[in-house]
């Protein structure tokens, strides 16, 4: 068993204290707005990367560039740069309009006693379409403080089950980057992963629901109506049964951007800005969309060449020496697993990001404790979502405190937290599902 180089972890720690540390200070220290996501996260990285080309003298520059080409240039890092751009034009066709659609649809044919219980169903239902948590609290969010004014609900309640139900979709989802990120990185099929995901989620999800409807449905509640349009729903409805039929990826957000776009501009829901005409919006509405994954896409570059470098110095075989010496056996792997990408995400506040850095080390970790593609991908995916729909610096608690604010509704993250039943309920279910005697390989 080698022992590895610590060291080569280096680039590691000075990423961690320049975008936890920076972070933590702007939030806290300074009281700056979402502080948290003022510090550059791409340049971090490159600051990281600047630190591992100093370490290892032996190694000339031009051999380290030529590293960092090959961990760059493997085929998953390609393939999830490629989704990632897709599942930008995706949203970016269908728009809000289409997912609004699906959510005051799923409200108006639910008794309204059942009001947030339909929220949290509603927003895994989304998120899940979606592929986007973050998208799903934007949009439902407003909806959730009209629930809460209309039938005496707390605020602080529904919102925090939209949040739950947002991370729900974010796990799941095949058109989620967090799912391709891990996918690709251990190298499973994303039917694969969603079944043995399900199996986890599902009686989180149904306990969330008991736990909901236990607090709620003995109050009175008003009912809420919003006009929606049947045929918008489509392009979500197609995406979620070709994903979950293990349809290639490819395919399946193809022909959601081709019905969706048929569908939006059959329907006129395309509003063209001034000197533009539906076309032209449409086609900008995509860019936009598209652009918006750039940062996403980058992150996965430079991560792949840092941790071809860690790899090439030491750097995970000694940080796999520990592993294997603090947990034992294959339910100890699979924990050890879980542990170092919920890490990851509390020093980054961005799954995917958890997960792309876990990758690496994740895979080495399969093979050793002979954990299956499919279980590590689970693994790493959902204990990323735990740890990222809990955090009050993340990006989901933030979106869904301003937008409330813009409802006139102020909460606080720590009034959010106590409410996230989900993420609660779905981390006693992994553990669970990591500690039960197993009948069958996982």
């Known amino acids: 068993m080698k022992k590895g180089n610590p060291a080569a972890l280096l680039p590691i ?46 190694v000339s520059f031009d051999k380290k560039l030529e590293i960092m080409g090959q961990g760059v240039g493997d085929k998953n890092i390609i393939t999830m740069l490629l989704i990632f751009l897709a599942a930008g034009a995706f ?83 095949v058109i989620s980057d ?35 409807l236990a607090m709620t449905v003995q109050k009175p509640a008003v009912q809420i109506t919003h006009e929606y349009n049947l045929l918008q729903m489509l392009p979500y409805i197609l995406v979620l049964i070709g994903g979950v039929a293990g349809v290639n990826v490819f395919v399946v957000l193809l022909g959601g951007i081709v019905t969706g776009a048929v569908i939006m501009l059959a329907t006129g829901s395309i509003v063209p800005d001034a000197g533009q005409n539906v076309i032209s919006q449409l086609l900008m509405n995509m860019g936009s969309n598209m652009a918006g994954m750039f940062e996403t896409c980058m992150v996965a570059i430079l991560v792949s060449a840092l941790c071809a470098l860690i790899r090439v110095g030491g750097g995970f ?33 961005n799954n995917t990001v958890a997960i792309v850095m876990a990758n690496p080390i994740a ?22 979502c735990i740890a990222q729909g809990i955090i009050p610096y993340g990006a989901q608690i933030l979106v869904a405190i301003s937008a409330a604010k813009e409802m006139g509704c102020i909460v606080s993250s720590f009034d959010i937290i106590p409410n996230l039943f989900y993420p609660y309920l779905l981390l006693a279910c992994s553990l669970i599902a990591i500690f039960m005697p197993a009948k069958k390989k996982a």
Not at 36 to 55: E, G, K
Not at 181 to 193: E, F, I, R, S, Y
Not at 368 to 375: E, H, K, L, M, V
């Open 317 to 349: 075989d000694a940080l796999l020496y520990f592993v294997r010496r603090v947990f034992r056996g294959k339910r100890g792997g699979q924990l050890g697993m879980g542990l170092l990408v919920t890490a990851m995400d509390v020093a980054t506040a």
């Open 91 to 173: 949203v970016g066709v269908v728009g809000r309009s289409s997912a609004q659609s699906v959510a005051y649809f799923m409200l108006s044919v639910i008794p309204p006693q059942f009001a947030v219980a339909v929220l949290f169903v509603v927003s895994c239902f989304i998120s899940t379409a979606m592929g986007t948590s973050v998208g799903t609290i934007t949009l439902l969010t407003p909806i959730a403080v009209e629930v809460a004014n209309a039938a005496g609900y707390g605020s602080a309640l529904c919102i925090g089950t939209i949040v739950g139900g947002s991370m729900f979709g974010d796990n799941l989802s």
């Open 363 to 384: 895979k080495e970790m399969s093979q050793d404790y002979d954990i299956t593609p499919r279980r590590a991908a689970c693994l790493l995916d959902t204990f990323s």
């Open 13 to 58: 720690g000075v990423f961690l204290v320049l975008y936890l540390g920076l972070g933590l200070l702007f939030e806290y220290g300074m009281k700056i707005p979402m502080g948290f996501y003022n510090v550059p996260i791409v340049a971090a990285f490159l600051v990281a990367i600047c630190t591992a080309c100093v370490q290892n003298r032996s």
């Open 178 to 212: 967090t799912t391709i990120a891990a996918c690709n990185g251990q190298g499973c099929a994303m039917k694969d992963k969603f079944r043995g995901n399900f199996l986890i989620a599902l009686p989180a999800a149904l306990l969330t629901i008991v736990i909901i």
